[in-house]
């Protein structure tokens, strides 16, 4: 059900895509749950297939994970007709925010094959990346920085990891594959929620999708040895990049340590059910 800035932000949205020419002013706009940030709408048409609307909110980011419009609107322009996100529609900066407009795509959330997640996201890798993406640092150094910057007094030393980890590839990154991003239809996976896409190393799409927190907080359980070693394994058959698996591991500790710092962030903020999930992070690190 909408509150009230939901139900003034889906009639000032009406009017904006009506007067673009997007969508009709008879259309039905029903609100979506389910998302972390923003507000988005399943906008059904009587003569065409369903659209989804999303509006943008302010100063919603966070120290991983961006929330950029124009970023979505690259990605899914880039990937059109690729079979991994929905259609773009149509993007504009309104006077409530950014908002776009992109194809429905019907399907449940994922809810565990870790072997078609891996397929899913070394094809995004392969995919050329759209001018435009910011670049992803991801170094031993980088990723400490980052910890640090979050992390309330008193979280544990970082790891000891590799000083020279085998090198990254430059690849095109969604930056959130996590469960509640990604859905399961019937022609196949496809990801959701494109507002952090980057150009980098693709071990941190990996990282996210590995975290146990990130599974915990959308719903699923963390993934178990054999998961982990079965989706590690189903990415380098669909890749034939070694490389990436070897920096994975080697960087992991680092990765679970500043999620771990970043659910610290979030705890500190008031959402108390990161709290649980920094500790399995902590966990994650000392075991990888």
């Known amino acids: 059900m909408e509150n009230s800035l939901a139900g003034s932000r889906r009639r000032q949205l009406q009017r904006i895509w009506a007067d673009a020419g997007v969508v ?8 979506l749950t389910g998302g972390r940030t923003n507000l988005t709408w399943r906008v059904d048409l009587p003569d065409r297939p369903p659209l989804v609307c999303k509006l943008f909110l302010p100063n919603t980011a966070t120290p991983l994970f ?15 007709g690729a079979e991994i996100a929905p259609d773009l529609v149509a993007f504009q900066d309104s006077t409530i925010g950014e908002t776009i407009i992109y194809q429905h795509i ?12 891996a397929r899913m996201m070394a094809r995004l890798h392969a995919h050329t990346p759209p001018d435009g ?25 970082p790891p000891p990891v590799p000083d020279e980890p085998p090198n990254a590839r ?7 594959i996590v469960p509640g991003n990604i859905l399961d239809t019937p022609h196949g996976l496809r990801l959701i929620d494109w507002q952090c896409p980057a150009l980098g190393d693709p071990s941190a799409d990996i990282a996210i999708f590995l975290s146990p927190a990130m599974q915990l907080l959308y719903g699923h359980r963390p993934l178990n040895r054999d998961e982990i070693a079965q989706f590690l394994s189903a990415y380098l058959h669909e890749s034939n990049d070694a490389q990436t698996i070897a920096r994975y591991r080697a ?32 966990a994650a690190s000392e075991q990888a």
């Open 24 to 31: 009709p002013e008879h259309a039905s706009w029903s609100l």
């Open 66 to 80: 961006a929330n950029d419009g124009t970023r979505e609107a690259l990605a899914l322009r880039a990937l059109s």
């Open 106 to 117: 019907e399907g449940r959330v994922w809810s565990g094959d870790v072997t078609e997640v």
């Open 133 to 157: 993406l910011p670049e992803l640092t991801v170094t031993p150094a980088a990723l400490c920085a980052d910890g640090y910057g979050m992390a309330p007094s008193g979280l544990t030393a």
């Open 170 to 176: 430059r690849v095109f990154l969604h930056g959130d």
């Open 251 to 282: 960087l992991s500790p680092l990765y679970h340590w500043r999620m771990a710092a970043y659910c610290l962030w979030k705890a500190g903020r008031g959402d108390q059910d990161y709290a649980r999930a920094a500790d399995l992070e902590l």
